[in-house]
């Protein structure tokens, strides 16, 4: 997936995650406030593809929209995968830094997997927060990252 690409869906993820959104009018005129220039056919594309469906209450993720449909968000090892490209510690915390965009989906993630270590997350445009319960619990988390990126 492309730089532009990846950024367009984390302002789409960023967008519907913080408002209501009805149409996709309004959400191409939000992206533009933001800077970035979308097509209704690209725009169509990018819901279709980050599994968005429309419902009474706005563009919600098909898994919230139907329980039983797969989830839309990346598994964790994939998520890192794609992603990930720098892991530091820092005390009780994990500083992961992804290309623009990256760090919604994955600390969508990794919060998709109740680690009983964290304590949260705490997503930017290109930087994901984890904090953890300890400085032991820290490096497990640590580890458990370095092991899935193998």
């Known amino acids: 997936m492309g730089v532009q690409k990846r950024f367009r869906h984390g302002q789409i993820l960023k967008l519907l995650t913080g408002q209501a ?13 933001l800077g970035v ?3 209704q056919a ?22 919230d929209a139907a329980a039983d449909e797969a989830s839309p968000l990346p598994t964790l090892p994939h998520a890192f995968k794609e992603f990930l490209l720098d892991i530091r510690p ?6 992961l830094k992804t290309p623009p965009g990256g760090a919604q989906p994955l ?3 990794v919060d998709g997997e109740h680690w009983k270590e964290v304590a949260g997350t705490l997503a930017g445009d290109d930087t994901v927060l984890i904090i953890a319960s300890s400085r032991r619990a820290c ?8 092991e899935m990126l193998r």
């Open 90 to 95: 820092a005390q009780n915390m994990l500083v």
């Open 107 to 109: 600390a969508a993630a």
């Open 21 to 33: 959104v009805a149409s996709q009018d309004e959400l191409r005129r939000q992206l533009g406030h």
């Open 37 to 39: 220039r979308v097509t």
């Open 139 to 146: 490096l497990a988390i640590q580890k458990r990252v370095e």
């Open 42 to 63: 690209t725009l169509s594309r990018d819901l279709r593809e980050l599994r968005l469906v429309k419902t009474t209450a706005g563009y919600r993720p098909l898994a």
